[in-house]
């Protein structure tokens, strides 16, 4: 595995890459590191339809609204190079944020949609979209992969990427990745390693509250959005709720109480201690479309 620090190395060795290679396709995993099974899964994906899998290990600051949240984000670089290596992947880019932003950590350019990104993880999280949005577009930029595979569990920040990348004529073909879950059906995150062992156990009823929801759509497709949230408030009890709805999946908008739902997007983000989770479930439809 080739690994590059700097922007002109990673795009200079993929321009002639490219050069010799005019019909391979580069298939890019952008992440935050302290890779878990979900990252992996993701890497496989590139490897499945790429001739070249690059990842990139970036703990962005511009997309964190709280700054000890960005520094109490875990990191194990040499454990995630080792991971990488060993599924395949053939570039690694490790920027330092110097490399990234200079010595500019505000007054940032900025790609917004200013309806979506009020949204959901948009509300409280300020900023944290154009954040996101301003990295993948450049790493898009300095990469230029045919193929990006990101994860459904954060699929707000997938369906901003997808617009991005549509309405900027990026022509990247996003794939998207369905959740991985632990046994016990908590969603894989870098952040469950901050959790302590008894926010670990509060944890799982962010799952089963989702699942419940799923069951009792299954059962009845005639329920009620109202009834889905007052599933909600039985499971999600003992944890600290930032939102927990039931949404349109393209817009993601608040479906309304008396709606009955064909086609729903469950989305949840709660603190477990001072971590926070998020993560979804489809009603009549997958992350994919
Ligand atoms: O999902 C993530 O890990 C990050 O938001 C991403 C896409 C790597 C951008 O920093």
């Not at 935050?32 to 290990?57: N, P, T």
């Not at 990234?100 to 944290?128: A, E, F, V, W």
């Not at 930032?242 to 086609?263: C, K, N």
Request: with cysteine; glycine share 8%; charged share 25%.
């Amino acid at each position: 595995m080739q690994i590059f620090n700097t922007i002109k190395g990673i795009s200079g060795f993929l321009e002639n890459y490219r050069c010799v290679n005019p019909d391979k396709k580069v298939a890019f995993v952008p992440t935050m590191g302290f890779l878990h099974e979900g990252h992996l899964s993701l890497f496989r994906k590139a490897r499945e339809v790429g001739d070249l899998v690059v990842v990139s290990i970036f703990v962005n600051p511009a997309q964190f609204n709280n700054k000890e949240d960005y520094e109490k984000y875990p990191v194990n670089t040499e454990n995630d190079i080792s991971l990488a290596e060993n599924e395949g992947v053939d570039v690694l880019f490790h920027p330092g944020v110097q490399e990234i932003y200079g010595d500019q950590s505000t007054n940032l350019i900025q790609l917004r949609y200013p309806d979506m990104m009020s949204r959901l993880c948009g509300k409280t999280r300020p900023g944290h979209f154009e954040g996101v949005l301003l990295i993948v577009h450049n790493l898009f930029v300095w990469i230029k992969p045919q193929y990006a595979v990101f994860g459904c569990k954060d699929y707000q920040q997938l369906l901003l990427i997808q617009k991005m990348n549509k309405d900027l004529h990026l022509e990247v073909e996003i794939i998207p990745i369905p959740i991985i879950r632990e046994k016990d059906g908590l969603a894989m995150s870098s952040r469950n390693a901050r959790l302590s062992p008894e926010n670990r156990k509060d944890a799982i009823v962010i799952s089963r509250s989702l699942a419940a929801i799923r069951d009792a759509w299954e059962k009845n497709p005639r329920i009620l959005v109202k009834e889905m949230k007052g599933i909600y408030e039985k499971y999600l009890g003992s944890v600290q709720v930032d939102y927990a709805g039931i949404y349109d999946p393209r817009t993601l908008e608040d479906l309304p109480d008396d709606a009955i739902v064909t086609q729903g997007l469950a989305a949840v983000a709660v603190y477990c201690g001072d971590v926070r989770l998020i993560d979804n479930m489809f009603m009549g439809g997958n992350c994919g479309g």
